[in-house]
């Protein structure tokens, strides 16, 4: 005799009830032909009307130059666009002009029909009293007297768009290297090399300079950079290191009968880099100095920073290959003497992509972002000393990047995720803290993923906010304090609750160490069964370099419709992806065939146990491009879990794939785990079913991965699918890979046959 409970999933909007079973004993969702058809034409439906059914979920905001006021354009239902126009300073809201209006005197003025329903407006900018508007309309301008409407086509007026910039200060990244100049600050000599030697040239006479005498061409001097007082030049001796190629045919290029062959640099793990030797020359006495370093073999010459007021000293940062150093390096150009102002070290990985550094010159101090305390965190350098003047945050939070750094107020405008207590620790929100770490201003206090843009003297700012089963709300706000000036928009979602589809579920489960929350979301047939279990299917991406699972509104996505076919689609976030703990990211080094399996599958098993209507002795798994090997990886380390897989150009070895983003999270130099981690490597453990799709045109991950895999599953004798997209390039397959996925899915989870698309 059986006994059921009764739960409820609630979301914002709707619920479906889940009739949950002591024992777990429900029918398997089994379709039957007719059933099978009739989901895909539901799921084709749902994807069509669910792109349509949410409006006023944004707002782009267009800033009027000079005042603190913007409009906006909302779409809504059936194409029908209408503009608003918003006061912040006033905190009022109206319409941007009459509508009807508008229409007919565009009408009139370019001589071709206008509805007001559907203007289509790229630009509005007012006068100053409002009384007139000049409007932009595909490339041409017209200007609009908003009391006796009368309109003219005019030229391009003369303003200036204002484009929201985040962050505010630009960042650089080490791949772009070094921004040299060869005329000095002081106009007076050009930098030159000729026959690999370093000469300068006067600029105001035929004087000429040479400074070196060993350069060659095969091995010159390069990469030269002035100090601000033109007395020095850096450059450097090079070993240079040709970046080998990579390799793909075309197979079907219309016009042609052969295949035609393509080739691009591509640097792999354990490849060489050009080696750059640091000298400073001095101009006065044509003698250089080398400077007393390590020789540069990774990444390239890198960006100097001058001491201000005595151009004596410049520092450098340096990043060893392997990433498990980092160093802000100080030179004295008299002597060639080296210090290191910050000398980081782990053995584990210091993520090089979110090194932060901000130098301010003026007080001689360093904004540098690091996790050496095992959270991401902002310290405060004294540049002079390598002192650590102040740990700016701290706490069990992340700080996920700065937008800027105000050296006059001495405050720092960031966002950060997991600080505020009781909800998901990666919603990000904006916050403004001092440099002394105190004043902490919580800028989007409200629960939810936010989204930040600031008005152009960034006394305001549009904050939208959401949750994945939550509408988006938009407002404005004033940075002083935070505080709401207005709401602006509030999504529309009657058109989605329309449709019956469930908005996703954000389910929690600990992890491997029964501490640690696992987060992930969940995303159900909108005609589920309650008596009836349904196969589970994991969209994984386990890249440590982010964290995946959406946290944004999302009414619509692959996800869903994949689950109108009768499954229960999952995505989570396992140890070893990014934005928690230094620990948590940590279970990725050296070890990227982990791909966070074991918190994945206790998550689901925690799912199984609480809604049995997820049959986990049915799991698919499918993922692209690092999600692609982990996909792979799920049949070939955990299939015992996992039964089918779908891996899109799939990174399976990391020896073949990119060597910047490999290297970080593997380590140099490459050994042995590298092979052991291998899918191709351990092809002949493959259980279960697979689905390799690969696009032949892949420049991101070189599609010999793929076939290598597929070379390694033949000699294994092992079943297996393989799908080549011709002339596509780092994608899941397409519309046709994607159409593919669901078949495959639909016959080796659901035993059933997917729709015969050459018949009738």
């Given amino acids: 005799m059986f006994r059921f409970s009764i739960s409820f999933i609630l979301s914002v909007a709707f619920s479906l009830p889940l009739y949950v ?45 000079g005042r603190n006021v913007f409009w906006y354009q909302n779409r809504l239902k059936d194409n029908v666009n209408e503009y608003w126009l918003v006061d912040a300073q006033t905190g009022s809201k109206i319409r941007a002009f009459d509508h009807n209006k508008m229409a007919a005197a565009l009408t009139k003025a370019s001589g071709k029909e206008h509805q007001s329903g559907q203007l289509s407006l790229n630009e509005l900018v007012y006068s100053s009293d409002h009384r007139k508007v000049k409007v932009k309309e595909g490339e041409s301008w017209y200007e609009c007297d908003l009391g006796s409407w009368e309109t003219k086509k005019i030229e391009y007026p003369d303003y200036v768009r204002y484009e929201p910039t985040r962050p505010l200060q630009k960042r650089t990244w080490r791949w772009e290297g070094s921004r040299g100049d060869s005329i000095s600050p002081d106009r007076h000599w050009m930098a030159f090399i000729r026959d690999g030697n370093l000469f300068a040239k006067s600029l105001n006479s035929s004087e000429e300079r040479q400074f070196t005498s060993n350069g060659t061409v095969e091995c010159p001097y390069g990469d030269f950079s002035w100090s601000p007082d033109s007395k020095s030049l850096v450059a450097y001796h090079l070993d240079p290191r040709e970046e080998k190629e990579v390799y793909f045919v075309l197979s079907s290029v219309p016009g042609t009968t052969r295949g035609v062959l393509k080739s691009q640099k591509y640097a792999q793990p354990g490849d060489e880099f050009t080696i750059y030797e640091m000298y400073v020359f001095d101009i006065a006495s044509k003698k250089g100095i080398k400077v007393d370093a390590e020789k540069i073999d990774f990444f390239g010459a890198p960006q100097l920073h001058w001491r201000k007021g005595n151009n004596r000293y410049f520092t450098y940062e340096k990043v060893d290959r392997g ?325 899109a150009c799939g990174c399976h070895d990391n020896r073949i794939d990119k060597q910047w983003w490999n290297e970080q999270w593997m380590g140099y130099p490459v050994k042995k785990h590298y092979d052991e981690q291998s899918n191709i490597t351990n092809a002949s453990k493959l259980r279960g079913d697979l689905l390799l799709i690969v696009g032949e045109a892949d420049m991101n991950v070189p599609p010999e991965s793929t076939y290598r895999l597929a070379d390694a599953l033949i000699k294994s004798n092992k079943d297996f699918d393989l799908l080549t997209i011709p002339g596509m390039g780092h994608s899941d397959g397409g519309p046709y890979g994607r159409r593919k996925k669901r078949d495959f899915f639909v016959k080796h989870l659901l035993r059933a046959e997917p729709p015969a698309r050459n018949g009738k």
Wanted: with cysteine; aromatic share 12%; hydrophobic share 35%.
């Fill in 323 to 647: 990433h498990q150093r980092f160093r802000i390096i100080e030179v004295d150009t008299q002597t060639g003497k080296t210090r290191n102002i910050i000398d980081e070290k782990t053995k584990t990985f210091i993520y090089e992509q979110r090194i932060y550094t901000r130098y301010l010159p003026d007080t001689h101090e360093i904004v540098w972002i690091t996790e050496k305390d095992g959270w991401r965190h902002i310290y405060l350098i004294d540049e002079l000393t390598g002192r650590e003047k102040k740990q700016i945050t701290k706490g069990n939070w992340v700080v996920r990047d700065i937008d800027s750094v105000d050296s006059r107020k001495r405050e720092i405008w960031f966002k950060a995720s997991g600080m505020n207590a009781g909800e998901d620790p990666y919603f990000v929100h904006y916050y403004r803290i001092g440099f002394d770490g105190r004043n902490l201003v919580d800028l989007t206090p409200e629960k939810g993923q936010h989204s930040v843009t600031f008005s152009p003297d960034r006394r305001y700012f549009i904050d939208t906010y959401s949750q994945v089963n939550v509408p988006p709300v938009v407002v404005l706000k004033r940075t002083v304090d935070g505080k709401k000036v207005m709401e602006v928009e509030r999504a529309d979602i009657l058109g989605l609750q329309a449709t019956g589809v469930k908005l996703p579920e954000v389910f929690v489960a600990k992890g491997r160490d029964g501490e640690t929350d696992i987060w992930g979301v969940i995303c159900r047939p909108s005609n589920m069964d309650p008596a009836k279990s349904y196969p589970v299917i994991e969209n994984i991406y386990a890249g440590p370099q982010d964290s995946f699972v959406p946290k944004s509104f999302l009414p619509a996505s692959e996800m869903q419709s994949l689950a109108e076919l009768g499954f229960i689609v999952v995505q989570i976030d396992g140890m070893g992806t990014a934005n928690r703990s230094k620990a948590f990211h940590d279970v990725c080094w050296q070890n990227l065939a982990d791909a966070g399996f074991a918190d994945r599958i206790l998550w689901m098993q925690a799912m199984a146990k609480k809604y049995p209507q997820a049959d986990i002795s049915r799991v698919g798994v499918y993922g692209t491009s690092a999600g692609g090997q982990n996909s792979t990886g799920a049949l070939l380390f955990h299939p015992e879990f996992y039964k089918a897989a779908v891996s």
């Fill in 21 to 65: 079973c002591a024992q777990g004993h429900l029918t398997p969702y089994l379709p039957s032909l007719a059933e099978v058809y009739e989901s895909y034409q539901r799921a084709e439906k749902l994807d069509t009307l669910l792109k349509k059914s949410v409006f006023k979920s944004y707002v782009v905001p267009h800033w009027q130059p």
